[in-house]
Structures are given as C-alpha cells and as structure tokens.
C-alpha cells in the first residue's frame, strides 16, 4: 500500500521517492509506504494557505471552538485505530498512547473553551480625548490578530500531543492561523491517521481548505522549503538542538524573516540543597528514578544532571540512586536515530577524564530492537564546571551526578547554565533563603523552576511554561504549553479612529462579546 501527503482536500502525487515507518520495538519495516511530498506540492499547499488566511481571520471564536471540538471528538472516537498504529510505529506501550490520544483531546477542547470565553485577544481600548491640550489625543484600540500561515514539525516524542492535531496547530488554528504540518518520518501512519480527521473536521466545519496540509518528506529538502515559502509567517517545532536551530537560522535568512518557536535541548537540572536528610535524599532518589526513565527518558523535561552534596548525606542519595538504576527495566526508543545517538552520547560521556560511568543498568533487561537501558555518570563539580561539553543533553535515561562541596558551587553552575525548560530545588525553606540570590539567578535561566518537585509530567493549563531561554527554545518570550501557546501565532493590530461598525466585535464600543478589557 502507497500513502501520499494531505494538499488541502486532495491527495499528493504517488511519487517515486517513497519511506516506511520501522517497529522500534521489532526493527521490522512496517508494510505502508509514503511518498514524499514533491516541491510543487508544496508550493500548492502554501498556496491554499494563503487563500484561507483571510476567510480564517474572519472566523468567530465559536466558529473555531466548533473546529477544535469536532476534532477533539473524532481523535477520541478513533482511538483504537490509533492504538494500533501508533504502538506499532513508536513503539510505546498501548497506556502511554490512551493517556497521549486523551492529552490532544483536552490540549484542542482547552484552545475552544479560550475561544469560546474569548479574552484572550488581549482588547485594548484608549478613547479619543478631542479636547486635550496641547493636541487632541485620538481613538485607540487594538487586539491580537492571527500571523497567518504557520508550519508545524511533528516531534518523535509526541507522536500525537506535539504533531499533527497537537499543541502547535491547535494553538496556530485557535489563533485563526492555516497550518502546514511536516510529518516525522518515524510515525507518518499515525500523522495521515490524524490528518485524515483534521480534513474531515474541516470539511464539517465549513472552514476553507487550507486550513490543513499534511506533507510527508525530508526535513532537510521538503521542510526546508515549507520554512522557506514566503507564504509562511511562523514556524512551531520541537525536536534537536541541530534541527532547531537550522530551521531558525533559515527562517532568519528570508527575504521576509519569521519568527521560528523551537522547542530544542534542556538537561533539566536538579540542585539538592546542603541541609536535606538521609529519610528525604531516600524519597528523592525514589522519584528521581521515576522521573529520569519515564518514557524511556525521551521527554524534553527529563532530568539529566543533578548536583548534590559531597558529604555522609549525600552519599547516602547516590548509592540510593545507584541501587534503583541498577535495576531499572530499559524500554524501546522511538527510533534507531534516538537509539544511536543516545548510545554515542552516554558513550562519549563516559569515557572523558574524570567522569566515571556508574551503572548502565541491567542488560539483561534491555528489550530487543531499539531498546535501551539507563546510564548514570559521575563527576565532581570542578569538571563540570571546566568542561562545557558535560552540559550537552543526552535525550534518554541518563543521569549525571555531580558532586558539589561548598555553597558557592551551586551558585557558580547556576551563572554558568545555558537556558533550560526547568530547574528544580530540592531543600527546606531555611535552604531557599541561605540561597536567595539562587533564585534571581535561575529565573534568568529556566521557564519555569521547581520546588521539592520533579520536571517531568507538564501540567497543560494557563500558568504553564514550558520554555525558556537559549538553547531551551528559539524565543524565550513563549510557551509551547498551555493556553499561553497561542500567542506564538498572533501578533498586536492597532486601529486608530475607525467607526465603531468597521472595528472587530472585540473592539466595539459597546462590548458585544462581554470580554474582559483594558479600557481607558
Ligand atoms: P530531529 O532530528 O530534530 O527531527 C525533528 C524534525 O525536524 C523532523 O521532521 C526532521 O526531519 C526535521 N529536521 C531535522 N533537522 C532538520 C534540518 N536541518 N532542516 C530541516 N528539518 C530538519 O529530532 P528527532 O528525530 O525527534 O530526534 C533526534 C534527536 O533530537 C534526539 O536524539 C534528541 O537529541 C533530540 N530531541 C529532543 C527533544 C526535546 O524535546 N528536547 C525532543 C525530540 C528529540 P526528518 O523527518 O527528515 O528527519
């Protein structure tokens, strides 16, 4: 069988340039091929974005919550079908997928009740002072308007949460924005499984047909040229650092620069405070276990270094740790490209000066095909300190342990980090405030810190961030999570003097929507 990409309503040519999707779990080459995209198709694609653009301007938020919803409902209705076909290509257990299929329905139904309530367009509203002195002051009103077209690359993490019905084009369609999806070409089964329900909540809604693309292809020929089409005004992704970043670096070489949301490398740090007990480093290293090999690890807030105390305490916490990784069950990665990069990377680590590998877990526990097993390092905060190289994410169950031995370490890593999704303290209040500097300094660094809490298992609601600095994300102003995710894709409109009947039903006079605004 032969699958094509999704243009708009139409299906793509059967072209000769066709991939299959792999078992991670078998290593066997599962029997649908998909052709990849041609240039042209994607210029068509571009093209029906574009004419969308302005008839999905001018959709209510009940228009798009009507969208959202009727997605949200065929993504649960067809939830068997995505079991099948997403622990086939992904390799991830069938609870993993019920609990991710359930995340994308609430992440959609999320953005339509945002719709639906609606002030979330930020309503700014300065009325005309005529008579002021010394000049009058005009009419002022502006809200946010959606970017326009944006291109979203499905993440091998999240085969459904973070691709083609996820948080990226949920939040771009919210925003009222056309959304070109370029699928992974590890799950492309499950993206046309999903892409297929997005034309038909389409079709239902009466949206335009541009709404949605779905283009399979190589990154690095056909993504590059959906970032590279001047139809386009944003990019989402989530992925690695290299891919991130050329994306952003080709989006910044147009002719028409675009913003690119890259959502890339954070090892997550963990700082164990000096003052923690033996009973409370027990029921860390407990959690942090949990933490550090759930999903096989392949989470972007997985905690990969964590810093703790050189003393009887601290001990206590690594040999803890220790026992529970040398027991650790290892799991099937999502693809032989994670497998051999998390392998050359644990590989690389371990055999630099002054860091020891402590266990790489059981092997007789590691399944077949793409499995792997946990890794834990060891080093002191010296090294770590000298040699930039050991603050690399390593994406999957490794952990790095780093001994520190006066206070003014912990300090010193935390001027020294590159930006990350999270930090986490671990420690009593007498801690925070022996350390209250830290905080100043970590804000700067992470999107969102932690307290005696571990960084995996992100809440989607309004207060999440899930971003952060360099080389974190591509854009520290914004989250790929949660409501906030929306304003990625909408940019502030100003409309000065305007009669009240030519203003947006945001901007009325006499507020016909009842949002909530700033009016003076
Ligand atoms: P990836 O290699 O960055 O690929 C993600 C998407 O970007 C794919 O569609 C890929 O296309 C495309 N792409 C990659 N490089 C590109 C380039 N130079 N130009 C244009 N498009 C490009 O990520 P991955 O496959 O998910 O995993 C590989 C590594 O990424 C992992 O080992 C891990 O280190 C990292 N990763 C990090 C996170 C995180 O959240 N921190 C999440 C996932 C992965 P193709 O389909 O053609 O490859």
């Excluded at 056909?222 to 080709?250: C, E, H, M, Y």
């Excluded at 055999?351 to 792997?372: H, I, K, M, N, Q």
């Excluded at 609601?461 to 591509?474: E, F, K, L, M, Q």
Aim: aromatic share 6%.
């Amino acid at each position: 069988m032969i699958e094509s990409s999704l243009i708009g309503y139409s299906r793509g040519e059967l072209g000769n340039e066709t991939f299959q999707a792999t078992n991670p779990a078998t290593g066997e080459n599962l029997i649908t091929e998909y052709c990849s995209a041609s240039e042209d198709e994607v210029g068509r694609a571009c093209e029906l974005a574009k004419l969308a653009s302005l008839s999905m301007a001018a959709l209510s938020g009940g228009d798009k919550a009507k969208f959202l919803g009727s997605l949200a409902d065929r993504i649960d209705q067809s939830i068997e079908e995505i079991v099948v076909i997403m622990t086939a290509e992904t390799g991830l257990p069938e609870a993993r997928v019920r609990a991710e299929t359930g995340r994308t329905r609430s992440q959609l139904l999320m953005f339509a009740n945002l719709l639906e309530e609606g002030s979330w367009v930020d309503a700014r509203i300065d009325r005309a002072l005529p008579d002021r002195q010394p000049m009058p002051k005009p009419d002022l009103r502006a809200m946010l308007r959606p970017i326009g077209p944006v291109a979203v690359f499905c993440a091998s993490n999240f085969p459904l949460a973070f691709s083609v019905a996820g948080g990226d084009s949920a939040s771009a369609w919210a925003a009222g924005c056309p959304v070109i999806v370029k699928a992974h070409h590890a799950h492309p089964g499950t993206a046309l499984l999903i892409g297929k329900l997005v034309v038909q909540s389409v079709q239902e809604c009466g949206l335009p047909e541009g709404t949605f693309s779905l283009i399979f292809g190589s990154g690095r020929t056909i993504g590059q040229a959906i970032v590279k089409n001047p139809v386009v005004k944003a990019v989402g992704f989530t992925g690695s650092r290299s891919g991130g970043r050329a994306l952003f670096d080709l989006a910044a070489s147009r002719s028409e620069p675009i913003p690119v949301f890259a959502e890339m490398s954070s090892i997550n740090p963990i700082f164990l405070l000096p003052d923690l007990r033996k009973e409370e480093m027990e029921k860390i290293a407990e959690g942090l276990q949990i933490s550090a090999t759930m999903g096989v690890g392949q989470f972007c807030t997985n905690p990969g270094v964590v810093f703790y105390p050189d003393n009887e305490i601290g001990e206590s916490f690594r040999t803890s740790y220790l026992d529970r990784m040398k027991g650790s069950d290892g799991g099937v990665m999502l693809h032989q490209g994670i497998l051999e990069s998390y392998n050359s990377c644990t590989r690389e680590m371990s055999e630099r000066e002054g860091v020891e590998e402590l266990t790489s877990g059981d092997e007789s526990l590691v399944p077949s095909g793409c499995g792997a097993s946990p890794c834990v390092l060891g080093t002191k905060i010296e090294r770590f300190l000298n040699e930039p190289e050991l603050s690399n994410e390593i994406f999957g169950p490794a952990t790095l342990l780093v001994s520190y031995s006066q206070k003014e370490d912990i300090l010193n890593v935390a001027k020294q980090l590159e930006g990350q999704l999270t930090v986490s303290l671990f420690g009593n209040e007498k801690n925070l405030a022996e350390h209250d500097n830290l905080l100043d300094i970590l804000e700067t660094k992470a999107g969102r810190l932690l307290f005696n809490q571990f960084p995996t298992g992100v809440e989607v609601c309004s207060s999440i961030v899930h971003g952060g600095p360099y080389p974190a994300t591509t854009d520290s102003r914004s989250t790929s999570v949660g409501t906030g995710a929306i304003l990625r894709f909408a940019r502030p409109v100003c409309y000065q003097g305007f009669p009240d009947e030519f203003l947006p039903q945001e901007l009325q006079e006499d507020n016909p929507l009842g949002l909530d605004r700033e009016e003076g």
